[in-house]
């Protein structure tokens, strides 16, 4: 079993609300199969975490870090539909802020984008290419064997914020198309809150949205526009702004954007969307010395449905990584649950409390259930493996002596305070 882990007092919503939310039984995820989810192994982001040099298994784990979602599209179109509109990843990728996206957001823009000189077909604000990288990632030199259909099937397509990925929403229908009004869905208030609001996209969240960050001994001259080789993907994003991002129309005067307001800049509760009333939110977990970690880890005992993991045993070594020992259950099982802490199989999850509006005690998730019923979590399992290899050869220390300016904070003379 997995319980979903520290997770803290979420959204105070209408009553109507809960009985949306909780469910009985178990219930299927949206996916048929694990076979159209292929590992990209073509190495897109070759030029991150200082050029180090990566294997194919290593490459796909990076992939997977940057741009596997697991799903949870489907998920985060939820949330914005029973929120009443109060976190719309869709609206946070509004292209009229790619110019400070950095300074108010704290995200990543994408390399090889650029503001949108207009909407596109459905009158939405994103990010346009600007030629210089394809968004399925040059995906016409490997299309033989990883189809751009099937590209945007598992992956999506790159958004302009790293980390968030496009996917057409397969509930936009003739009627959802009937009622589509691009400019009530940006500012009427009556009509973005309607939670049978059908939007044109669905967006999918990867690990690299909370994780990915501006390399410290490579950093962007412009943090608003980085290269690939300005970002590291183990450092955390330290300038992420919660109650920006996951708050859409929510005033100083609001206990939701108050509640967000708890996350000082590049911290998180990272699983705020339940509720155990516990707020907990801290700086964005930094991925360092991993190799080095295992070697000295010791073995623990590890029993009940976390054996069900593959690769997981009785007795095994455990890091100790995260801050909060959400590792506690070894590497291969914690990287399968941060999958699940952003919105994968949220089917099943979201009947083991009530999302975003609590009074409904926690139950754990059993894994069993997931392999059984979620193709997704199959997929992520057949991944964590290679995740785990990438962050082996690449989650390495970043030296203060070689960032910029780096060697003067070394001097063994430290400089003389001034008496006033």
């Known amino acids: 079993m997995i319980m979903r882990n520290r997770t803290r007092a979420g959204f105070l919503l209408v009553a109507s609300a809960v ?148 996917f057409p929403n397969p509930a936009f229908d003739d009627e959802a198309r009937k009622r589509w009004d691009a400019q009530r869905y940006y500012n009427d208030p009556k009509y973005y809150r309607d939670p049978d609001l059908v939007r044109p996209y669905r967006v999918g969240m990867s690990c690299g949205f909370c994780h990915v960050g501006p390399h410290p001994t490579s950093p962007p001259a412009d943090p608003e526009k980085p290269q690939w080789k300005n970002l590291s993907t183990n450092i955390g994003s330290q300038y992420f702004w919660t109650n920006r991002i996951f708050t859409f129309d929510q005033k100083e005067d609001s206990f939701i954007y108050q509640l967000l307001s708890t996350s000082v800049p590049g911290a998180l509760d990272t699983s705020f969307f339940a509720t155990d009333n516990i707020n907990n939110p801290r700086t964005m977990n930094a991925i360092y010395n991993v190799g080095a970690r295992l070697g000295v880890a010791q073995p623990e005992q590890l029993a009940g449905g976390i054996l069900d993991v593959p690769g997981t045993k009785p007795e095994m070594p455990v890091p100790h990584i995260l801050k909060d020992g959400a590792d506690s259950i070894g590497i291969l099982g914690a990287l399968s649950r941060v999958y699940l802490n952003i919105g994968e199989f949220h089917e099943e999850w979201i009947k083991h409390f009530n999302l975003l509006a609590g009074g409904k005690k926690q139950t754990p998730i059993k894994i069993s259930v997931m392999q059984k019923n979620s193709p997704y979590w199959r997929a992520t399992e057949a991944r964590v493996e290679n995740l785990a290899k990438f962050f082996v050869r690449a989650a390495t220390p970043h030296h203060l002596a070689d960032a910029p300016g780096g060697e003067r904070h070394l001097s063994s003379e430290q400089p003389k305070l001034e008496q006033g």
């Open 19 to 166: 009985a949306l939310l909780s469910g009985c039984g178990e219930e299927p995820d949206q996916a048929q199969e694990t076979n159209g989810f292929p590992q990209a192994a073509a190495d897109y982001f070759a030029d991150m975490d200082g050029g180090v040099e990566l294997n194919e298994e290593e490459t796909k784990g990076r992939n997977t870090w940057v741009i596997w979602t697991a799903g949870n599209d489907a998920y985060w179109d939820y949330v914005s539909r029973y929120s009443f509109g109060s976190t719309d990843l869709l609206k946070t990728l509004d292209s009229r802020y790619r110019d400070r996206r950095f300074n108010y957001y704290g995200l990543i823009n994408e390399p090889g984008f650029k503001q949108a000189t207009g909407p596109d077909e459905f009158g939405l604000w994103l990010d346009e290419p600007d030629g210089t990288q394809d968004p399925f990632y040059a995906a016409a030199a490997y299309e033989q064997t990883f189809p751009r259909e099937q590209f945007v099937q598992v992956y999506g397509r790159a958004s302009g914020i790293v980390g968030l990925r496009l």
